[in-house]
């Protein structure tokens, strides 16, 4: 065995022994709900949060989630599964948005999310499903402002359908991210320049976008610092 092949192992060793996958459970009790309800619910056959926003709620911005207690995260992966689908009240712009918000800052003030648009994915029009899944930063960089100014950078295809569970993995390294749908081994949407910048951390939240049921479990983080 050379030298820099014993090398690279100590480090595959060092690095597994440091970077601890922590399974978290999702309840109303283990999340803060910021403008959304939240409860228990048993969902397509697995233990879920459901979280929706409230009819009364008639000011909505893009901090609707319910955020995970007692998590301090910088660099890692994070994976769960979920589902997003349109409330029966919904308009027709509703595309089930639903997604995980990382970094999230205390009171909800600043936040890198990547969530996804689940009626997109099997669209007959091509230029929705190009929109299937998405990353907005706040505060500064809805995702109109990133797509005028950006188009095509910011989201991306991945094939899914509304109501049904979707698996997603986030990876995070300082000011870069990666979104892997559905176990796929290449990443759906890379993310080089989080707007937020590499030294932000924060908690991990659960989100979702106007008119949207969505549900989470098998919440699982992996940190690496």
Do not use: C
């Not at 899944?133 to 797509?147: A, F, N, V």
């Not at 993995?169 to 559905?182: G, Q, T």
């Amino acid at each position: 065995m050379t030298i820099k092949l014993s090398m690279a192992l100590l480090l595959t060793v060092a690095f597994s022994l440091g970077s601890k996958a922590q399974n978290v459970p999702l309840g109303p009790d283990q999340t803060v709900p910021y403008q959304v309800i939240t409860e228990s619910a048993n969902y397509k056959g697995k233990k879920a949060l459901a979280v929706q926003i409230p009819e009364s709620l008639t000011v909505i911005n893009d901090k609707t989630l319910a955020v995970v207690k007692n998590i301090n995260f910088h660099n890692g992966i994070i994976e769960a599964t979920i589902s997003g689908q349109p409330q029966k009240t919904a308009g027709e712009t509703a595309r089930g948005f639903v997604g995980i918000a990382f970094r999230v800052a205390d009171n909800d003030s600043k936040m890198e999310v990547f969530y996804l648009r689940p009626t997109n994915g099997r669209a007959d029009d091509q230029v929705r499903r190009n929109h299937s899944t998405q990353y907005i930063s706040i505060p500064g960089y809805p995702w109109e402002k990133l797509r005028k100014e950006n188009p095509e950078k910011y989201e991306a295809y991945a094939d899914m359908v509304p109501a049904e569970w979707i698996r997603v993995k986030i990876e995070v390294k300082d000011d870069k991210a990666k979104l892997y749908v559905n176990g796929a081994s290449q990443p759906t949407l890379i993310v080089n320049d989080l707007k937020q910048g590499k030294d932000l951390r924060g908690s991990i939240g659960l989100w979702i976008g106007p008119g949207t049921l969505g549900h989470f479990t098998d919440l699982k983080i992996t940190k690496y610092d």
